[in-house]
Protein backbone atom coordinates (compact mmCIF):
# COMPACT_ATOMS: atom_id res chain seq x y z
CA UNK A 1 0.00 0.00 0.00
CA UNK A 2 1.14 3.69 0.66
CA UNK A 3 0.17 6.71 -1.86
CA UNK A 4 3.20 6.11 -3.28
CA UNK A 5 1.65 2.65 -4.78
CA UNK A 6 -1.38 4.41 -5.59
CA UNK A 7 -1.31 7.84 -6.46
CA UNK A 8 0.84 7.14 -9.44
CA UNK A 9 -1.86 5.92 -11.48
CA UNK A 10 -3.48 8.78 -11.33
CA UNK A 11 -0.32 10.79 -12.38
CA UNK A 12 1.22 11.74 -9.04
CA UNK A 13 4.39 11.54 -8.12
CA UNK A 14 6.49 11.85 -4.81
CA UNK A 15 9.20 14.52 -5.38
CA UNK A 16 12.68 12.88 -3.88
CA UNK A 17 14.43 13.86 -1.10
CA UNK A 18 12.68 14.08 3.23
CA UNK A 19 9.32 15.18 3.11
CA UNK A 20 9.71 15.81 -0.50
CA UNK A 21 6.00 17.39 -2.09
CA UNK A 22 4.16 15.92 -4.78
CA UNK A 23 3.95 16.18 -8.54
CA UNK A 24 0.69 15.88 -10.85
CA UNK A 25 1.06 16.06 -14.78
CA UNK A 26 -2.26 17.01 -14.88
CA UNK A 27 -4.91 18.25 -12.18
CA UNK A 28 -7.84 17.48 -14.18
CA UNK A 29 -6.95 13.57 -14.94
CA UNK A 30 -5.85 12.96 -11.64
CA UNK A 31 -9.51 13.87 -10.16
CA UNK A 32 -10.82 11.76 -12.97
CA UNK A 33 -8.94 9.07 -12.31
CA UNK A 34 -9.25 8.94 -8.74
CA UNK A 35 -13.12 9.20 -8.66
CA UNK A 36 -13.07 6.67 -11.36
CA UNK A 37 -10.97 4.09 -9.20
CA UNK A 38 -12.73 5.00 -5.77
CA UNK A 39 -15.69 3.34 -7.21
CA UNK A 40 -13.35 0.08 -7.27
CA UNK A 41 -13.66 -2.55 -4.57
CA UNK A 42 -11.23 -1.84 -1.52
CA UNK A 43 -9.52 1.16 -3.41
CA UNK A 44 -11.33 3.65 -1.36
CA UNK A 45 -10.30 2.07 2.03
CA UNK A 46 -6.72 1.61 1.23
CA UNK A 47 -6.27 5.03 0.25
CA UNK A 48 -7.94 6.31 2.81
CA UNK A 49 -5.91 3.99 5.52
CA UNK A 50 -2.55 5.20 3.37
CA UNK A 51 -3.33 8.40 3.28
CA UNK A 52 -4.25 8.25 7.57
CA UNK A 53 -0.46 6.43 7.57
CA UNK A 54 0.96 9.64 5.94
CA UNK A 55 -0.52 11.94 8.04
CA UNK A 56 1.43 10.32 11.19
CA UNK A 57 4.30 12.52 9.74
CA UNK A 58 4.47 16.10 10.26
CA UNK A 59 6.74 16.56 7.22
CA UNK A 60 4.96 13.89 5.02
CA UNK A 61 1.57 15.51 6.20
CA UNK A 62 2.46 19.24 5.22
CA UNK A 63 3.76 17.66 1.57
CA UNK A 64 0.23 16.43 1.14
CA UNK A 65 -0.84 20.00 2.27
CA UNK A 66 1.32 22.11 0.25
CA UNK A 67 0.22 23.03 -3.48
CA UNK A 68 1.38 20.49 -6.35
CA UNK A 69 4.53 20.94 -8.58
CA UNK A 70 3.72 20.18 -12.27
CA UNK A 71 3.35 21.65 -15.79
CA UNK A 72 1.83 25.26 -15.56
CA UNK A 73 -0.15 24.58 -18.28
CA UNK A 74 -2.05 21.88 -16.49
CA UNK A 75 -1.31 22.28 -12.78
CA UNK A 76 -3.13 24.06 -10.40
CA UNK A 77 -2.30 25.58 -6.98
CA UNK A 78 -4.20 22.45 -5.14
CA UNK A 79 -2.32 20.13 -2.69
CA UNK A 80 -3.19 16.23 -3.35
CA UNK A 81 -5.71 16.71 -0.18
CA UNK A 82 -7.63 19.78 -1.78
CA UNK A 83 -7.78 16.98 -5.32
CA UNK A 84 -8.76 14.55 -3.02
CA UNK A 85 -11.55 16.18 -1.58
CA UNK A 86 -12.83 17.00 -4.92
CA UNK A 87 -14.00 13.64 -5.10
CA UNK A 88 -17.31 13.29 -3.25
CA UNK A 89 -17.12 9.60 -2.15
CA UNK A 90 -13.48 10.50 -0.15
CA UNK A 91 -14.57 14.04 0.33
CA UNK A 92 -16.07 13.42 4.05
CA UNK A 93 -13.91 10.55 5.04
CA UNK A 94 -10.81 13.11 4.30
CA UNK A 95 -12.43 16.08 5.84
CA UNK A 96 -13.35 14.03 9.39
CA UNK A 97 -9.77 13.07 9.51
CA UNK A 98 -8.00 16.84 8.46
CA UNK A 99 -10.63 18.13 11.62
CA UNK A 100 -9.20 15.58 13.64
CA UNK A 101 -5.91 15.93 12.98
CA UNK A 102 -6.53 20.23 14.24
CA UNK A 103 -5.98 19.62 18.18
CA UNK A 104 -2.58 18.06 17.82
CA UNK A 105 -1.06 21.25 15.85
CA UNK A 106 -3.55 23.54 18.34
CA UNK A 107 -1.42 24.79 21.56
CA UNK A 108 2.19 24.58 20.30
CA UNK A 109 4.38 27.53 20.59
CA UNK A 110 6.00 26.55 17.21
CA UNK A 111 5.72 28.72 13.99
CA UNK A 112 5.60 25.35 12.22
CA UNK A 113 2.12 24.06 14.03
CA UNK A 114 0.40 27.34 13.40
CA UNK A 115 1.87 26.63 9.38
CA UNK A 116 0.42 22.93 9.79
CA UNK A 117 -3.07 24.21 11.26
CA UNK A 118 -3.37 27.17 8.50
CA UNK A 119 -2.50 24.66 5.63
CA UNK A 120 -5.17 22.20 7.02
CA UNK A 121 -7.67 24.67 7.53
CA UNK A 122 -6.85 26.14 3.81
CA UNK A 123 -8.00 22.65 2.51
CA UNK A 124 -11.40 23.78 2.57
CA UNK A 125 -10.94 26.97 1.42
CA UNK A 126 -13.33 27.48 -1.99
CA UNK A 127 -14.42 23.59 -2.26
CA UNK A 128 -16.72 23.28 -5.07
CA UNK A 129 -19.25 21.79 -3.24
CA UNK A 130 -19.52 20.12 0.26
CA UNK A 131 -20.56 16.73 0.23
CA UNK A 132 -21.89 16.65 3.54
CA UNK A 133 -22.06 20.03 5.28
CA UNK A 134 -23.94 18.53 8.61
CA UNK A 135 -21.18 16.22 8.91
CA UNK A 136 -18.15 18.66 8.15
CA UNK A 137 -20.00 21.19 10.67
CA UNK A 138 -19.91 18.48 13.24
CA UNK A 139 -16.61 17.66 13.28
CA UNK A 140 -15.47 21.28 13.29
CA UNK A 141 -17.80 21.46 16.64
CA UNK A 142 -16.17 18.82 17.95
CA UNK A 143 -12.97 19.97 17.51
CA UNK A 144 -14.12 23.57 18.87
CA UNK A 145 -14.99 21.72 22.20
CA UNK A 146 -11.44 19.87 22.68
CA UNK A 147 -9.80 23.23 21.68
Avoid at 33 to 46: H, N, P, S, V, W
Avoid at 62 to 86: C, F, K, Y
Avoid at 136 to 143: D, K, N, R
Amino acid sequence: GGLAELLPAAGASRQPGEGGGWAIADAFRFRQQITREAEADGFKEELLAALSDECFDPARLVALLRPTAGAAAVSSNDSIVRLLLHVDSLQPDIASSLMQLLPEYQGEEASDAMTTTRLILSQFRWLEHIVDGAALVGAASEMMQVA
